[in-house]
């Protein structure tokens, strides 16, 4: 009896050291993207979220080419999610901000873009302005956008006909916010 209580107390251990493992989430690692998209040395992942939400598109004549229109972003709409599926806080724009729950907020300098795929909107690597408010958004130096699906400018026509038409397409992308360490 006392060997069986043994070998399942063990099996027990095992399965719950498993399962404890599967809900930990793997450090961001930035191997993959361009160096133009990667964060100097010195900083520190601070929060990984999950944006989805909707661009605004809208057609437009072309400034500098008589004749010519095309869909141009408007703004973005969308929820900022952990990893679990919790709220953590939105982006929209212009001027494009990231919003945590608790109010602290940030705008920022694009300093790089790098393609995302057929259909995704490029990836994006932006400087962060300091933060208004206190809270989460406090102290974040960069935001990446990372594996991005969908968002991409419209396919249907734009003329003259919809000058001023709005097109709401749906997308996803990850956001990862690093804070000098």
């Known amino acids: 009896m006392m060997i069986k209580t043994t070998l399942a107390a063990a099996t027990l251990l ?3 050291a498993c399962a404890s493992n599967m809900g930990a989430p793997a450090m961001y690692s930035q191997a993959m993207l361009p160096d133009s998209m990667q964060v100097p040395a010195g900083h520190r992942v601070a929060m990984e979220t999950v944006g989805v939400g909707e661009i ?3 057609c437009r004549a072309d400034k500098d080419m008589a ?3 095309a869909w141009v972003f408007a703004g973005p709409d969308a929820k900022l999610m952990s990893r679990g599926g919790q709220q953590l806080g939105k982006y929209y724009g212009p001027p494009a901000t ?3 729950m608790d109010g602290s907020k940030i705008t920022g300098k694009q300093l790089a873009v790098s393609p995302g795929g057929d259909g995704n909107i490029p990836l994006q690597f932006v400087q962060a302005n300091p933060a208004m408010g206190v809270g989460a958004m406090s102290g974040v130096t960069y935001i990446q956008r990372v594996k991005t699906r969908g968002g991409v400018a419209p396919a249907s026509a734009c003329g003259m006909a919809n000058v001023g038409a709005k097109q709401i397409v749906n997308y996803q992308a990850d956001y990862i916010f690093w804070k000098a360490a």
């Open 67 to 69: 004749g010519k229109y």
């Open 14 to 16: 095992a399965l719950t």
């Open 98 to 100: 990231w919003e945590a």
């Open 56 to 58: 605004t598109y809208e």
